[in-house]
């Protein structure tokens, strides 16, 4: 099932309104650490080897995704995706080439055919203190996006990315490009906003301190504590300053060409449950809201 272009996902580049507040966030209360800054931008890691797991950068009084950022196998695996995107129906927005930014390394971004900006990297810089530390995010998981048009929206990250598709539930659709049973899903929607950003955890017990500390500091939790069906990973939802939906999780299914993809028929869970272990209650109301409302940088066709 693994792609054999995309080895799997690295990072998200955000718009925050304030990125004094967003830093004093980012890191005293989520648990990320500030790896390079400029006068417009602020980039985030977390313990493992990627060199950020958010770009945050100023800009406007509401957030916006600017780009969500995959690591490729190879060189040539880029060539390869910039070809494959043109016969996808997107296009090349940035062709390849050394990438002006902290992390560096070459890439290109391609934009698919309902706006959404993908960037992807290679030889970019790796952290070689990468390690596991308790209460802290390790790296990303997942990023969730929403689509108007779900089935078209698989389709190019099938063709243009070489994702495959790992589970399809009633309302979301799981592609996977490694072992992580997903890195990215899509959910069903009549919009095409970010739905949430899932970080590794090192394990269930960080997951729950997390929450903990998350709402020592006034936020609450929106969904959990709980375990998904696709993925199997546990989870705690939050809300961040501006409005961002983000997630802490753990134990993410690892998947192989054996994994046998799971239709809605197979994620039915019994009334008046949301989640495996039956004990989470319904995503709130304010969760359900900020998952429609970050929306990406508009561009050009």
């Known amino acids: 099932m693994a792609s054999p272009w995309i080895a799997g996902l690295r990072s998200v580049a955000l718009n925050v309104p304030n990125l004094a507040q967003a830093e004093d966030f980012y890191t005293r209360v989520w648990h990320l650490d500030v790896v390079a800054r400029t006068d417009d931008a602020l980039y985030l890691r ?3 080897a990627d060199h950020h797991l958010l770009a945050l950068h100023r800009g406007g009084d509401r957030p916006q995704i600017r780009h969500v950022t995959l690591r490729a196998r190879s060189a040539q695996a880029l060539q390869d995706i910039a ?4 016969r996808a129906g997107g296009r090349v927005y940035s062709p390849v080439g050394p990438i002006a930014e902290s992390g560096g390394g070459m890439g290109l971004t391609i934009r698919d055919p309902d706006g959404r900006l993908l960037q992807i990297v290679h030889g970019d810089e790796r952290h070689a203190d990468a390690r596991e530390v308790k209460d802290r995010p390790y790296r990303l998981a997942h990023a969730v996006l929403n689509s108007h048009d779900v089935e078209s929206t698989r389709r190019f990250f099938e063709q243009a990315l070489g994702f495959s598709l790992s589970d399809r539930t009633r309302i979301m659709a799981f592609m996977n490009c490694d072992r992580d049973h997903h890195s ?3 959910g069903d929607a009549d919009n095409d906003a970010l739905n949430h950003i899932a970080f590794v955890m ?3 017990d960080s997951v729950m301190r997390g929450g903990g500390r998350m709402r020592d500091a006034g936020h609450g939790i929106e969904w959990g504590p709980g375990r998904h069906g696709p993925g199997d990973n546990a989870f705690n939802y939050f809300i961040d300053p501006f409005g961002v939906v983000i997630e802490y999780t753990a134990e993410v299914e690892q998947i192989d060409d054996s994994y046998r993809v799971g239709g809605p028929d197979d994620w039915k869970w019994p009334t008046g449950r949301v989640d495996q272990w039956g004990i989470s209650q319904p995503p709130s109301a304010r969760l ?3 998952q429609r409302a970050v929306f990406f940088v508009p561009t050009s066709a």
């Open 83 to 86: 070809a494959a995107t043109d």
């Open 288 to 290: 359900k809201e900020a």
């Open 46 to 48: 977390g313990t493992g």
């Open 184 to 186: 990215i899903a899509l």
């Open 202 to 204: 090192p394990d269930l």
